[in-house]
């Protein structure tokens, strides 16, 4: 008898194609899975921190401050001369001001 290789399956290579492409497939897998689980811990250490600086609040401090602060001036009287449809007192103050910063504070520390 002599040494003759096995015949080939039907379709040639298929089953090492196959065998390829699986690995690929779950290398990609693995790749995402990491990828989530890397972002998993980060929002984890985010969420953690945030706690810490939750617990630390004293509102009753930033309640007192506020009572004994003056009054902004009426700006927006003036609004109705603007062109732009801003309000005027914004200009002056912003209460949504502290808010924006805080969220681009921890959008910049997540990066």
């Not at 090492?16 to 699986?22: F, S």
């Not at 995402?32 to 810490?52: G, H």
Request: charged content about 25%; some cysteine; overall charge negative.
């Amino acid at each position: 008898m002599r040494n003759t290789p096995p015949p080939t399956p039907p379709g040639g290579r298929y089953p090492r194609v196959i065998g390829k492409h699986a690995e690929d497939i779950f290398g990609e897998l693995f790749c995402e899975a990491n990828t989530f689980y890397l972002r998993a811990n980060s929002l984890q250490d985010r969420i953690d921190r945030l706690a810490v600086k939750v617990t630390q609040l004293d509102s009753t401090v930033e309640e007192e401050m506020y009572n004994l602060s003056d009054m902004p001036p009426p700006l927006n009287i003036l609004s109705s001369y603007r062109d732009d449809n801003k309000e005027g007192l914004k200009f002056y103050t912003d209460p949504s001001y502290f808010f924006h910063l805080w969220k681009e504070t921890m959008l910049s520390s997540d990066a």
